[in-house]
Structures are given as structure tokens and as C-alpha cells.
């Protein structure tokens, strides 16, 4: 993965209970709280000072639409999941469930507003069934939870610090469409498939960035701005990632707006997205 060319930055959830989601965050979640207004919670790295999260009040009701499946925060080991892990344990927190996907071991959480959430490790790269195509073929086995929890090293306090947002999987009306917007339009390889239920997008060689499926919201109405659930996905992406991907945008007529330098945009299924050059 080439974080210097494409790296989720931030994920923007509305929320309607802003202490309950916080609390949850920093204490279950160990993000640390960077920044706070009367309507908005960041939070992130207390090292870096990088923002992974942040949390928008709303009072508008649920609204059955498209939307976020799962934020996935990248820790750097096994070890790390294996002392996230135990902290779940001790702290008797319900987890959804723990898979080895063969690429990565995940461990599967939701937050109090029924966001879901992905904490994993990569496998290194030679044990990935990397295919000729460009292919990464994934398999959702059981994760074996004694060997994890054995890798830990030492109690939970926060995420380490070099985690961030691995991927991000969209809750989606319909996959073709999708898988269609993110290859042609964003430039992303399709790098697994499963019939027309789910699809995953790579960039750099990674077997993804997104990933898309219909198994809570086929046929379901576009995401809608302000009602709880997923606001934003802000991405960092080097300049020529930005230039391709405005210039994709103009030759197929697919709409943007440029506010402050960033390009402003949305997937087919109304889910709001923001590039911006990085800066480092």
C-alpha cells in the first residue's frame, strides 16, 4: 500500500447521542480525543495528532439507505490485535465475530449508534493468494482467537500509533454500478468478486481500499446527507491520483465541485467523498 498516493485520512459519522459515541471511541475503541465543539468530536493518534474520526451531531431519524458497512482501522501487527483483542475480552464488550480472511485476521464490533466497525492485521504480503490477474483472493474462515490473543504483548491503553483506516466497506444498492465507479471513474483495480452480492477495490497493489456489497441495502435509496450514519470520507491522495481522477470525472460527465483545493464528490449511492492533496 503506497500511502504517499492514496490513504484514507478520516471517516465523518453523524451521530445523535455525541457523549455516548465519544465515550465509546475513547474508552472501548482507544481513539484519543484531539479536538471538541458543542456538535462535533475528533478523534485519533494522540502521537501524530492524526484525526481517524470524526463525529457530527444530528438530530435527524434513521433512515433506511445506502450507507457505511464497516470502518476498518490497519494496526500494525498481530500483536496489536491480540492486546485489542484481550481489552475486548476483559472489558466484555460483544464483538459480531473474528475472521481470517487470509490476507488479514478482523475482528467485527459495532458502536452504540450500530455503525460497524473492522480492527485487523495484514498477513505479510508472500502469504496473500496474490493471482496473475491482479486478483486477491480472500476467504472468511475462522480466525484462530487463541493464537491472537497469545501474540499480545501488553495491556491495552489506545490503538497503536501507527494505526489508521485500512479500508472503508459501503453498504450498497447495487455492486455492478459501483464496481463501475470505482474502476472506471476512480481508477481502482477490482480485486475480488463475488457474483453481484460484493466486490472489493484495491489501488497500489492492495487488496482494498473499498469494497462494496448489497446484503443489508439492495435496491435501497441513496445515502442521505445529515441523518446518522456515514457523513464523509475524506482521502489524501498524491497529485497525479488527483489530476487522473478530476480529469476521469470531466471525460465521463460525472459531477464535482472543487471547495478550498478539494474535489468534492459522490458514489452512486449518494456516499460523500473528499480529495485532497497531501501535504507531507
Known sequence: MNLNNYKIQTVTLNARDLTKMTQFYEETMGLTLLAKTEDTVKLGIKRTGEILLELVHTTEPQERTSGLYHVAYLLPNRAALGNFLRHLAISQYPIQGASDHGYSEAVYLADPEGNGIEVYA???????????????????????????????????????????????????????????????????????????????????????????????????????????????????????????????????????????????????????????????
Open 122 to 280: 495484514d498477513k505479510p504480503e508472500d502469504q496473500w493468494d496474490l493471482r496473475d490477474n491482479g486478483i486477491i483472493v480472500g476467504v472468511t474462515e475462522a480466525m484462530d482467537v487463541e493464537g491472537v490473543l497469545a501474540a499480545a504483548t501488553q495491556e491495552f491503553q489506545h490503538l497503536a500509533d501507527e494505526t489508521f483506516i485500512g479500508h472503508v466497506h459501503l453498504a450498497v444498492s447495487t455492486v455492478p454500478e459501483t464496481s463501475s465507479f470505482f474502476h472506471e471513474v476512480l481508477g481502482f483495480t477490482i480485486t475480488t468478486e463475488f457474483g453481484q452480492q460484493a466486490a472489493f477495490y484495491g489501488k497500489d497493489g492492495y487488496h482494498h481500499q473499498f469494497a462494496g456489497n448489497i446484503w443489508t441495502t439492495r435496491n435501497f435509496p441513496d445515502n442521505q446527507d445529515g441523518t446518522p450514519g456515514i457523513n464523509e470520507i475524506l482521502v489524501n491522495v498524491s497529485d497525479q491520483v488527483m489530476a487522473e481522477t478530476q480529469g476521469a470525472m470531466k471525460t465521463q460527465n460525472y459531477p464535482f465541485t472543487i471547495e478550498e483545493q478539494a474535489l468534492v464528490f459522490h458514489d452512486p449511492n449518494g456516499i460523500k467523498f473528499r480529495y485532497v492533496v497531501a501535504t507531507n
